[in-house]
């Protein structure tokens, strides 16, 4: 186990080099015209664009440039090139909300993919299931940004006349240390935007996986060994069922958290790590990019290390190698 | 098994196609794996019912050109800030014009920059989904952002599936240094999140275009937003397929192949792809479902078509800032776009299940 880990670790560090090295290609090599010309403006000397050019060190070699990025990365000196500000910090103070966006979206997607995976697996082929099957197919074909724009026009907006006038806030964010109130009540219509897909998704996932395990040995000799179908369906099937939704979950989440939820964010005005990417889209502003994906790329590397970690312990037919 | 001088009929390989053929005159045909799926989908008319949506759509977005010339007259950027269009006999403004006016007595404030909306049939053909705030016809735009979106995510889907068959091939067939190499590509593109992967690289390249390798592409050419979508999708198939082939590698028909004296190119294509074809197809429905959506995605948040060409997520984003008071900007073109992507995924089940009932691919999101 402690080699299996170790060995992951080192793994994980390789490719997150790697990683940086492709961060580096995207952002300093294709753009190909360079960043300085750009922030001189259109009447510059070739001195000033020199000046510049030294400054932001890219009259060194690809070497030197690329572990100047990371160095600027680590050591949080990375500045926006539209407005100067310090991308580390600003992706820093986009954490928590982030994180406040997925992980309640996270807990509901979860909670409602099994509900919703069970209950049609239980009744599989008949009227709720297919409903349920329905609705999950709906679920994953809605594009985010126009499901966020309906919940908002219905539920947010004082429309011309459509919609259920404000029942929520149309968007923002509310610290949970200043009113976790309001913090919930900003954040349930994002949650749910959020969450949909991923309902849909981990419902059909789930069903298949209950449908294939109900016909597994084990669930046979649960049956002949007198237990309910209520204890063969928890206790049993969906102990066993639920292993690979774990994986999916710890790697949608990791996706998620590392500015996967960038749609969500900018639909609902909520200033976190994704929304701060969005806003660098428009004033083509390369650092802050660079950084989020950075970071994202950070947590989908960590994170799929921690799901194997995981996988090897729910499931003791996985040998660790 | 057969005797003879006893009188019985010998029973020879030719009976049961005899039996038949005295019986009905039906001949006993072999029946391929294609036409044996062909005849589960054909019973499944659900999934039948979506593909005819779906072929609706493109067709009505390819023919984009002709709604223009016959019915709306407007072109997809023919903006109209200040004029009017003649609503059943009468001008209106286009774009509201900020008033006040006294009705019965009491005043009503019209509010300025307001487009006008649906119309259906009263402006003869024009704005019968509305306008946007620059004027611009919603239901031209809806049809020609359609067909940008549709290239972009049919485009896309098309060259990541034939590059991820081209490098699971390779990988699985030559195992060894090609296959770490070509698994630690998959793995690196699968470390990056999607839409941020897609966002780096489309925001990257439509700053200058991309001019490497003879190819120069401007800032705002389609074919940026395609060749992002299907790079970062490219794990997303191959990682299944890999694993596919190397099962396969070590079936005995490769080594029959192999005695045959066949070269690998020829147990690569004839011998190995004809025998993941029905996978690929499979992956092919989800990935193109995938492909359309992260179009839209990587639009609405500017880094896929530029503006001012059309796209469904380019419609989403123009309407974000006038939801209040023009939802329709946005809302035709994400309910086609929900509908396209519905009709591709309800078909795609159907053809899974047709093509084989306990396969397991699927594409995580």
Same mark, same amino acid.
């Given at each position: ?23 580096? &290609? ?51 000196? *990375?500045?926006? %090139? ?28 979860? #909670? ?22 329905? *609705? ?10 126009? *499901?966020?724009?309906?919940? &908002? %026009? ?5 429309? &011309? ?11 923002? %964010? ?25 309902i849909g998704f981990y419902g059909r996932v789930l069903r298949s996986n209950i449908l294939d395990t109900i016909n597994e040995d084990f669930v046979r000799t649960a049956k002949a060994k007198g237990l309910s179908s209520r204890q063969i369906l928890v206790k049993h099937t969906l102990r066993a069922s639920l292993i690979p939704i774990v994986t999916l979950f710890g790697l949608d989440f990791a996706a998620v958290l590392g500015g996967g939820a960038i749609i969500t964010e900018t639909v609902y005005q909520i200033h976190g790590v994704g929304w701060y990417a969005?806003?660098?889209? #428009? ?5 802050? *990019? ?22 090897? %312990? ?5 040998? &660790?190698? | ?25 039906? =001949? +006993? ?9 062909? =005849? =589960? ?68 404030? $019209? ?72 698994? =630690?590509?998959?793995?690196? $593109? ?33 074919? +940026?937003?395609?060749?992002? +979508?299907?790079?970062?999708?490219i794990p997303y198939i191959g990682r299944p397929l890999r694993g596919q082939i190397l099962a396969l590698r070590q079936r005995e028909f490769v080594e029959a192949a192999t005695a045959q004296g066949a070269g690998s190119l020829r147990i690569m294509f004839s011998e190995l792809l004809p025998n993941i074809a029905s996978s690929v197809l499979v992956l092919f429905t989800l990935i193109i479902a995938s492909t359309i959506l992260t179009e839209a995605g990587l639009s609405f948040l500017g880094a896929g078509v530029q503006p001012p060409n059309p796209s469904w ?30 009709? +591709? ?21």
């Open positions: 186990m402690v080699a299996f880990i170790i060995r992951r670790i080192l793994g994980m560090i390789l490719v997150l080099t790697a990683v940086s090295f492709i961060v580096y &290609l995207i952002f300093i090599v294709i753009p190909g015209g360079d960043p300085a010309d750009r922030i001189a403006g259109k009447v510059a000397t070739p001195a000033n664009i020199a000046s510049i050019k030294h400054k932001l060190g890219l009259d060194h070699n690809f070497i030197i440039q690329w572990f100047d990025m990371v160095k600027s990365l680590l050591s949080g000196t *990375l500045v926006s %090139y539209y407005d100067g500000t310090n991308v580390v910090q600003q992706i820093k103070e986009g954490i928590p909300v982030t994180f406040s966006l997925c992980v309640g979206a996270g807990i509901i997607w979860l #909670g409602f993919g099994v509900l919703v995976g069970t209950i049609s697996a239980v009744y599989a082929g008949r009227f709720t299931d297919r409903t349920i099957t329905a *609705l999950a197919l709906i679920g994953i074909s809605l594009p985010v940004a126009w *499901l966020g724009l309906i919940l &908002l %026009y219905l539920f947010a907006e004082q429309g &011309l006349g459509g919609g259920f006038g404000t029942l929520f806030p149309p968007g923002g %964010y509310v610290p949970l240390t200043q009113d976790p109130i309001q913090w919930a009540y900003h954040l349930i219509l994002p949650w749910f935007t959020l969450a949909v897909l991923f969005a806003q660098a889209i #428009g004033t083509q502003d390369l650092p802050p *990019l660079m950084g989020v994906t950075l970071y994202g790329a950070t947590f989908i590397v960590v994170f799929s290390t921690l799901v194997d970690v995981a996988y090897a %312990y729910l499931d003791p037919r996985i040998r &660790l190698t | 098994m057969a005797t003879t001088g006893t009188g019985q009929e010998e029973f020879t390989l030719d009976t049961a196609s005899e039996l038949a053929a005295e019986e009905g005159g039906a =001949r +006993i045909e072999g029946r391929s794996p294609w036409l044996l799926a062909w =005849r =589960r989908l054909r019973r499944n008319y659900v999934a039948l019912f979506f593909l005819g949506v779906f072929i609706l759509i493109v067709l009505a977005c390819s023919l984009a050109g002709l709604y223009v010339s016959h019915v709306s007259h407007l072109g997809e950027n023919d903006t109209n800030p200040s004029g009017t269009v003649l609503i059943n006999g009468k001008p209106v403004h286009v774009i509201s014009q900020g008033s006040t006016t006294i009705v019965n007595g009491q005043p009503k404030i $019209i509010f300025g920059g307001v487009p006008i909306g649906p119309q259906w049939g009263a402006a003869g053909g024009k704005y019968i989904l509305g306008a946007d705030v620059l004027g611009r016809d919603v239901a031209t735009r809806v049809l020609y952002g359609g067909a940008n979106s549709l290239f972009v995510g049919g485009v896309a889907a098309i060259i990541c599936t034939v590059l991820s068959v081209f490098l699971a091939l390779l990988a699985g067939y030559f195992g060894g240094a090609a296959d770490w190499i070509i698994s =630690r590509v998959f793995d690196l $593109i699968w470390a990056f999140p999607v839409v941020l992967l897609g966002i780096a690289l489309g925001t990257a390249l439509s700053v200058n275009g991309f001019h490497h390798f003879g190819i120069n592409l401007s800032g705002s050419s389609l074919w +940026i937003p395609t060749a992002v +979508i299907a790079f970062v999708f997520g380019t419609m989403i984003a123009d309407g974000e800032h006038q939801l209040a008071n023009a939802p329709w900007i946005s809302f035709w073109a994400g309910l086609m776009l929900a509908l396209t992507v519905l009709s +591709i995924n309800v078909f795609g089940d159907g053809l899974r299940d047709a093509l084989d009932p306990r396969a397991k691919v699927r594409i995580e999101h």
